[in-house]
């Protein structure tokens, strides 16, 4: 996985597709609702259309997050907080989304034993370019890298 | 009397301190390691093994899991607090959530209990028809410690001027 380093100090993740088989497996396990569920029901709701669980939305711009990190040898161990999180619009079927990571620079004492709290500004867009979501998040790093790698 | 089930309610009906305990859900190993293998694909969160070596010393539940089992615990209550309606109109989405931590590690075996009070109904209309309900949701496990907290601003749909609705205004 790629993750380039924009000069503005952006860190931008590659792209996760939505298949609707995705999209209804966690909607059937965690949010059971027509329009996330049901083509049907879906054009005739708010969304008007099949889309993605708000919640795998965001569980998936975590992944990003933490796989971007990771790549770019920030070692990445839990989210902790989120302090705000606005879901802006549906992803529908077939929509691929990613994730752009703008690093606050100030560090804060973690829950977590042995890690350093890291704010973070997460952009979730989708392969046109469109904000899906925006999250304002804090994930613990590791103070000791050697730890998470440990057998 | 006439019951008014949650899903039959207008925005104008729900009250500020309304609470839900929405029920209680024992997380499994399995779907503790099935979670982390489909939305958060670490060592740490997919090998109970590996996972004795991480910073939480074994595995843990990914924090998105316990959030998702809390959405999961609402669409159920409502369905059952909701009997017979089947209306998906008023049944509005989430636009956004603030404050939400992730207090402490959830374990295989832990059981945690999901709480939901309305805490304020911002006066905001959105696309003509929709009112936003603000809830604080926590969650709590078996040593009544909790684990989880967060608001969310859920839709609810305005009761229309032309309703013929009970409770008319």
Redesign the interface.
């Known amino acids: 996985m790629t993750t380039p380093t924009s000069p503005s100090g952006h860190l931008t993740s590659d792209l996760i597709a939505l298949d609707k088989g995705a999209i209804v497996?966690?909607a059937a396990?965690?949010?059971?609702?027509?329009?996330h569920l049901d083509a049907d029901?879906a054009e005739?709701?708010?969304?008007g259309g099949l889309c993605a669980?708000?919640?795998?939305i965001?569980?998936?711009a975590?992944?990003l997050v933490?796989q971007t990190l990771l790549d770019n040898g920030i070692p990445f161990?839990?989210?902790?907080?989120?302090?705000?999180?606005?879901?802006s619009r549906p992803t529908f079927v077939n929509e691929k989304i990613g994730v752009r990571i703008t690093l606050d620079a100030s560090l804060a004492d973690s829950?977590?034993?042995?890690?350093y709290s890291q704010t973070l500004e997460v952009d979730v867009r989708n392969d046109d370019g469109a904000v899906v979501a925006t999250m304002t998040a804090t994930a613990?790093i590791?103070a000791d890298p050697t730890?998470?790698a440990?057998? | 009397m006439t019951a008014l089930y949650l899903r039959e309610r207008w925005f104008e009906d729900l009250p500020l301190g309304e609470f839900h305990v929405f029920g209680s859900h024992t997380f499994s190993e399995l779907e503790i390691v099935e979670f982390a293998e489909a939305y958060d694909p670490r060592p740490e969160l997919t090998n109970p093994e590996q996972a004795l070596y991480s910073h939480r010393q074994g595995l843990v539940a990914s924090p998105w899991l316990i959030t998702a089992m809390w959405m999961r615990k609402m669409v159920d209550y409502m369905e059952v607090y909701a009997q017979g309606v089947n209306d998906g109109r008023r049944n509005g989405a989430g636009v956004a959530i603030n404050d939400l931590q992730w207090l402490e590690p959830v374990r295989p075996g832990h059981t945690l209990t999901y709480t939901y009070e309305i805490i304020a109904k911002p006066d905001r209309v959105i696309r003509e028809k929709w009112g936003l309900i603000r809830s604080r949701n926590e969650a709590f496990n078996q040593y009544r410690t909790k684990v989880m907290q967060f608001e969310i601003d859920i839709l609810a749909e305005r009761r229309p001027p032309n309703s013929d609705d009970p409770q008319q205004q």
């Open positions: 497996a966690f396990r965690f949010d059971p609702q027509p329009y029901a005739q709701s708010i969304f669980s708000g919640w795998h965001a569980a998936l975590t992944r933490s161990v839990e989210m902790t907080s989120v302090s705000h999180l606005t879901w829950p977590i034993a042995g890690t613990a590791a730890v998470v440990a057998p």
